[in-house]
């Protein structure tokens, strides 16, 4: 077994994400609170320090989690081998190896199957029954988790700008400058808690429990121009700390275009000019698609919004394919698996049943309850057919070139097969026969091949398909439960 494995899955948080947890749950507020009430740092060494305690402990349970998982992994690697290397002896015509008895056999497909049964049970798998602890010593866990934060570890990715927040403060109207100083010199806290809000629950509770500290204390005119003002400062906090001045140029500075650096220079920083710092080349990409569509040079907003389009269907469209993949239990085998290219024509899965079946599956994970089209399943099959049942031959081929011992499983030859004859027979009904009874021997030459045609639907979204969806054999497989989406963009 390998030792101890550091993966450090607390960098991947988001600050925002963080701070709006904390925001919306009232003990972590509570602990903020007492933290800024010891602190001569006040709100900002709390709001520091809570980070660092998430990312940290997010750090050591991600640890435990994922170094147990592939221990686990490894064991079944073991219990798979031995299997294998058993049942290769008998089925090259020996008897039981020395040794080895047909209860070992049977002991080895317990094993398996209770390691296989914990891997998908996240938390029992680390700890079973037992109370999930990070380290032998409370008292020390959280004195080494201090050092760390008085060491400079927390300064990583959470610095307040508040450079920014001083220059939008001097940039308002001297009315709301006002207000705002006399909010803080009546209710400092409550006044920054409602300024770093990251949330708008969040926000929208700081800004009423701020009103309510202040009532009576400041006239309506005075409240309303507080509002305002406590909104400026929220917005430009957010932007200072998705986005530097530094880090916005060093971005910048990539892009070949002179038009999409201008538009990434004034564009949106939670969406736009992020995607210029972590991924530039897809930024490009889109931007050149975003043109081809007619797009304009000048249109930031026309383009930020392409860009949203196509970050919510893509994103959709990749896990509808994966959650497909992993939720339908009745495909054994999977000829055509899930991957990320979403937006390539075709099948998104072709698999075999237990029952000998192939299934070609198409994700529509989107908005909408009905289906009215399914090219993939419909227009397109006998090309869909004829391309995938080539892919399978020329990957088989691969592998016997590699490997001269290699032997496709039978079950994958005959459903390539059915697959190709299936194309010829429907290639023959669209081109011969009435239009009217097309529909009908179309679904029973797929049925006498055992191919069924299923629409996935991953967030649950789709309910039904029209009448002549259903006339060619297509039915809706549900793979999962509806998953609502968050708004993109930020405020």
Known sequence: MTGPRRFRAGRFLDAAAVHAAADAN???????RTIAEHSEAGEVRSQR??????RRIVDDVGDLHLGNALNRLERIAVLRDNIAAILDHVLEGGTLPDGVRVATLGEYFDQLSTEMRELSRPREGIVGDAPLRLADDAGAYAESLLREFDGGGAAGRHAEPAAIVGDAFRAMPADRQAALRRAAELEPAALWRAVAAESEG?????????????????????????????DDLGRARSRGLQMSDARLAEALARIGDP???AVVAGGDVWLTQQLAVHNPEALATLWRRF???????????????????DMVTYGRGVLGEYSAAFSLSSIELFLKGPDANVKVAGTDLVGIGHDGWVWLLDDKSHRSSSVAGVSALTDNLVVNL??????????????????????????????????EDAAAEIDRIN????ASTRPARISAALAERRLRLRVTSAAGEVREITQALRDLGLA????????????VGGR
């Open 476 to 487: 809706v497989q549900p793979t999962g439960t509806p998953v609502p989406l968050p708004p």
């Open 291 to 309: 043109r081809d569509r007619g797009g304009r040079a000048d249109d930031g907003p026309g383009f930020r919004a392409y860009l949203r389009h």
């Open 26 to 32: 009232p003990r972590l507020r509570r602990f903020m």
């Open 202 to 230: 969040g926000k929208r509770a700081a800004v009423a429990d701020l009103q309510a500290r202040l009532g009576g204390r400041l006239t309506p005119d005075e409240l309303a121009r507080l509002r305002t003002a406590v």
């Open 431 to 434: 081109r011969r026969g009435s």
């Open 386 to 419: 004829r391309r995938d049942a080539a892919d399978f031959r020329d990957a088989i081929a691969r592998l016997q070139r590699d490997d001269p011992g290699f032997t496709p499983d039978p079950r994958i030859l005959d459903a390539i097969s059915r697959m």
């Open 49 to 54: 320090l809570l980070e660092h305690l998430i």
């Open 259 to 261: 038009e999409l650096r």
